[in-house]
């Protein structure tokens, strides 16, 4: 079973870069057919995808925020990182990375437990 | 782009029934997937490739979709079953990306 877990700020700043990292145990990133993802929930909201990377490298986002995120993996350390640019208070939210594996399109089956990141001055 | 319109809320009592839907265009031509979110936790994923269960999910959560609607039924009603519960699908109509539904708050009266 995989674990999953945030690590990174709690408190950005407006205009600066939100960097968060999840660490992965319990197997190996590099396997096939697994995507790694990132998803928020601003206080008392739904959740929102935020974008994924393919064990291949492929990354792919929600088209609302392309402009300002990018996902990627570190394999050596079994770990994969969001950055955020230009944030505002609207990204306040608790950030969960997670992966997904399956055929085709396949579901999120692991959580990390989140992380707060409040973006304020 | 995709978009998944759920109830806001469902009301239900023990030992009864309760109903989610989930509507987006053409719904039954994709792979649905259902997590179940309680305070202050983590989402859980109850129901995967429309009508799947991962082990350790009671018998009692089924999925179903036809058409531009999918249906996540819970039977027998517990207490323990309160708790938000979302749909999910991978919108492949460019670069593919994950959608989730509006989300629906389960009341156990």
């Known amino acids: 079973q995989l674990q999953l877990q945030e690590s990174g700020p709690g408190l950005v700043k407006p205009s600066e870069t939100l960097s968060l990292t999840c660490n992965v145990s319990g197997g190996y990133m590099y396997t096939s057919s697994y995507y790694w993802g990132w998803i928020r929930q601003p206080p008392g909201k739904g959740l929102e995808w935020i974008g994924s990377i393919y064990y291949s490298g492929s990354t792919y986002y929600n088209p609302s925020l392309q402009s300002r995120v990018t996902i990627s993996v570190d394999t050596s350390k079994n770990q994969f990182s969001l950055t955020l640019n230009s944030v505002t208070a609207a990204d306040t939210a608790v950030y969960f990375c997670a992966s997904l594996g399956g055929s085709g399109w396949p579901p999120i089956d692991n959580w990390g437990q989140g992380t707060l990141v409040t973006v304020s001055s | 782009s995709y978009v998944l319109t759920q109830p806001p809320s469902v009301s239900v009592a023990p030992g009864k029934t309760a109903r989610i839907t989930c509507e987006g265009n053409?719904?039954?031509?994709?792979?649905v997937h259902w997590s179940q979110q309680k305070p202050g936790q983590a989402p859980l994923l109850v129901i995967y490739y429309d009508r799947e269960r991962p082990s350790g999910i009671p018998g009692r959560f089924s999925g179903s979709h036809s058409g531009n609607t999918a249906t996540l039924t819970i039977s027998r009603v517990e207490a323990g079953d309160e708790a938000d519960y979302y749909c999910?699908?991978?919108?492949?109509?460019?670069?593919?990306?994950?959608?989730f539904g509006t989300g629906t708050k389960v009341t156990v009266l």
């Open positions: 053409n719904i039954g031509s994709k792979s």
């Open positions: 999910q699908v991978w919108d492949i109509s460019s670069d593919p990306y994950y959608v």
